[in-house]
C-alpha cells in the first residue's frame, strides 16, 4: 500500500506539462466511495485451450471468411 511520502514523490516527478492531468485525476480520486481492490479473473479456461489455440483460432477464421465470400457470391447470381 503507498504512503503519503510515496504519492509525494510520485507527484513531485511529474513533468510540469502533465500536472494539469495529474490535478484532475486527483481532485477526482477526493470525492465518492473508496476504491475496493481490483477484481481478479479466473483464467483457468485459457489453460484448458488448445495446444496452438492461436494458430486454430486464425484457422477457423480463415474457414469463416471463405463461407461469407462464397455466400456473397451465391447471393449475386
Given at each position: 500500500m503507498a504512503t503519503r511520502e510515496?504519492?509525494?514523490?510520485l507527484v513531485d516527478a511529474v513533468p510540469e506539462a502533465r500536472l494539469p492531468?495529474?490535478?484532475q485525476v486527483l481532485r477526482a480520486s477526493l470525492g465518492g466511495p473508496?476504491?475496493?481492490?481490483?477484481?481478479?479473473?479466473?483464467?483457468a479456461g485459457?489453460?484448458?485451450?488448445e495446444h496452438d489455440f492461436a494458430e486454430r483460432s486464425e484457422e477457423i477464421l480463415r474457414e469463416h471468411d471463405g463461407d461469407t465470400a462464397?455466400?456473397?457470391?451465391?447471393a449475386r447470381g
Open positions: 510515496d504519492v509525494h514523490r492531468a495529474v490535478e473508496v476504491p475496493t481492490a481490483p477484481r481478479q479473473f479466473a483464467s485459457a489453460l484448458s485451450a462464397a455466400d456473397s457470391e451465391r
